[in-house]
């Protein structure tokens, strides 16, 4: 196996994630038609009408592709004109000799390409852009240990499923293979917990704390509420949520001590003085890789929101799928 073979196999869907290339429930026609290890349903059906067919689909009704149709064309050219003058323009603003340069060059900090400089004034592009090389390593570390994972506590063997003939299914489906499918299932997932947890750490510090407590509210809202009011709940929630982060700037436990746990420690400085310094201050200062939490949980918002209604609007399927189960 070449190197980039290997690379391949690395990313590849099944690495990312099982359920996208094999559900953790086969279906009966899945089942009949083909073992577990053999359904791929991120590959195109080989099976009916040819390579790259899908099964049931009348091509005879299809428009063929316009990829060479004239208004393709014309999309072409502006492409090819636009973007490069986007990289033009950009670059020419930033060179010294530009006139307006001196209105913007104490903002400017040395940047990775030789001779050039960067704009890092703004705090969360600034963030992203500092911990690019962080990332490129998270990139690279992810399926590594997801790999070293499945090395160390594989799925035992099908036939050694104590429970399997316990499981209620259609005898279609041999019960062995439903117990692998969540074992593979429940072994992800654990993975997934483990891992999302030390990330979640390394990057906001104790403020992960802070972020766990409302990923467990929103839970607790989506499947402890009543039905019907799960919907009104979310969006309330999610929304008081964005004002309240804004309005209280990521809630600091130094404020929160002061408010309610008095307790503190002294901390010498040079003047020979010992100002209080509460507890909550000791642990602000420990605020990982991203201290402003706060901001980059905009985006966690909306899939709580989504989270939230794909539970809701399940309950109105008359049959499911475990790969649905975010």
């Known amino acids: 196996m070449t190197l980039f073979d290997y690379g391949r196999r690395l990313y590849s869907l099944d690495t990312l994630d099982t359920r996208f290339t094999a559900s953790s429930r086969p279906t009966l ?22 390579i790259g067919r899908i099964p049931g689909k009348d091509y005879a009704t299809v ?11 014309v999309y072409y050219f502006v492409i090819l004109v636009a973007v490069p003058m986007m990289f033009k323009v950009t670059y020419d603003v930033s060179k010294p000799s530009h006139p307006n340069y001196s209105n913007y ?28 090389p962080y990332m490129f390593l998270l990139l690279l570390l992810h399926p590594l240990l997801r790999r070293l994972y499945d090395y160390v506590f594989p799925v035992q063997n099908q036939s050694s499923f104590p429970h399997a003939k316990t499981l209620q299914v259609s005898t279609a489906i041999p019960a062995t293979q439903i117990a692998a499918a969540d074992a593979r299932l429940t072994k992800r997932v654990t993975f997934d917990l483990y891992f999302g947890v030390i990330f979640l750490c390394a990057l906001h510090g104790f403020s992960a704390f802070k972020v766990l407590l409302l990923l467990s509210i929103n839970f607790a809202l989506a499947t402890q509420l009543p039905y019907r009011y799960v919907p009104a709940a979310t969006w309330i929630f999610n929304i008081g949520v964005l004002f309240a982060n804004e309005l209280c ?12 746990l008095p307790w503190s420690v002294s901390t010498e400085i040079s003047s020979g003085e010992a100002p209080q310094v509460n ?16 901001i980059l949980f905009n985006f966690t918002v909306l899939r709580l929101i989504s989270f939230n209604f794909d539970h809701y609007w399940s309950f109105g399927r008359l049959t499911g799928s475990p790969e649905e189960v975010r």
Not at 30 to 48: L, M, N, Y
Not at 249 to 260: C, E, I, N, T
Request: hydrophobic fraction near 35%.
């Open 249 to 260: 700037k990521g809630y600091p436990l130094a404020a929160v001590a002061d408010l309610g």
């Open 63 to 73: 428009s063929p592709s316009k990829w060479r149709n004239p208004e393709f064309f």
């Open 279 to 294: 507890w909550g201050s000791l642990l602000d200062s420990y605020g990982g890789l991203v201290p402003r939490w706060e």
């Open 105 to 132: 060059a104490r903002l400017l900090s040395p940047g990775w390409i030789p001779g050039r400089k960067v704009d890092n004034s703004d705090n969360q592009y600034a963030t992203f852009r500092d911990n690019l």
């Open 29 to 50: 026609k899945q089942t009949v038609s083909d073992t577990r290890a053999q359904i791929d349903p991120a590959k195109p059906s080989t099976t009916a009408g040819g």
